[in-house]
């Protein structure tokens, strides 16, 4: 695909006196463009998330969300990133291992009401945490690890971290 337009030599580098480097540009038009390719080819509902991990520049994150992508977070930081996008809270997906009590607490202040669970502990706390917010619906997306450990590179799953103790209604 040829980009929608083409920054020379000459303005590239009067960028870089003006900002210093290193200097990151963003073509904004083609983020767009890659999220409609994706669109059009994942089913009809599949939701997907901008990784605010993966960069939590407030203007990509803006970008992403209008072009139907909602934020992925991981900590309070990327919350507030993700709060002052003007993004709906009830859309994020709070994830990532070891979310502390305060975290959590922080998140479903804030309206949201998706997390990932990593593991039970994980879950208990959620659960801890979501007791204040009783009235809440709180969608929970479960990740499972497999009995036998990955044979790769970069594994991201590790090993059974107990049996759960909680119960939810």
Request: net charge neutral.
């Given at each position: 695909?040829?980009?929608?337009?083409?920054?020379?030599?000459?303005h590239i580098s009067s960028l870089a006196e003006r900002f210093g480097t290193p200097?990151?540009?963003?073509?904004?038009?083609?983020?767009?463009?890659?999220?409609?390719?994706?669109?059009?080819?994942?089913?009809?509902?599949?939701?997907?998330?901008?990784?605010?991990?993966?960069?939590?520049?407030?203007?990509?994150?803006?970008?992403?969300?209008?072009?139907?992508?909602?934020?992925?977070?991981?900590?309070?930081?990327?919350?507030?990133?993700?709060?002052?996008?003007?993004?709906?809270?009830?859309?994020?997906?709070?994830?990532?291992?070891?979310?502390?009590?305060?975290?959590?607490?922080?998140?479903?202040?804030?309206?949201?009401?998706?997390?990932?669970?990593?593991?039970?502990?994980?879950?208990?706390?959620?659960?801890?945490?979501?007791?204040?917010?009783?009235?809440?619906?709180?969608?929970?997306?479960?990740?499972?690890?497999?009995?036998?450990?990955?044979?790769?590179?970069?594994?991201?799953?590790?090993?059974?971290?107990?049996?759960?103790?909680?119960?939810?209604?």
């Amino acid at each position: 695909m040829t980009p929608a337009f083409s920054l020379s030599f000459e303005h590239i580098s009067s960028l870089a006196e003006r900002f210093g480097t290193p200097l990151y540009l963003y073509e904004l038009t083609q983020l767009e463009a890659a999220v409609a390719r994706l669109k059009a080819a994942l089913p009809s509902g599949a939701i997907i998330y901008h990784s605010l991990k993966s960069n939590p520049l407030p203007a990509l994150l803006q970008a992403s969300v209008a072009a139907g992508c909602r934020p992925e977070i991981c900590s309070t930081g990327e919350l507030a990133v993700a709060l002052a996008s003007g993004s709906a809270p009830a859309d994020f997906l709070y994830s990532g291992p070891g979310k502390s009590p305060g975290e959590l607490r922080a998140a479903l202040q804030a309206g949201v009401r998706q997390f990932s669970v990593e593991s039970w502990g994980d879950l208990d706390r959620l659960k801890q945490a979501a007791s204040a917010f009783a009235s809440a619906q709180i969608r929970v997306l479960l990740r499972v690890n497999p009995a036998e450990g990955i044979q790769a590179g970069l594994a991201m799953s590790g090993s059974a971290t107990g049996r759960c103790t909680t119960s939810w209604p």
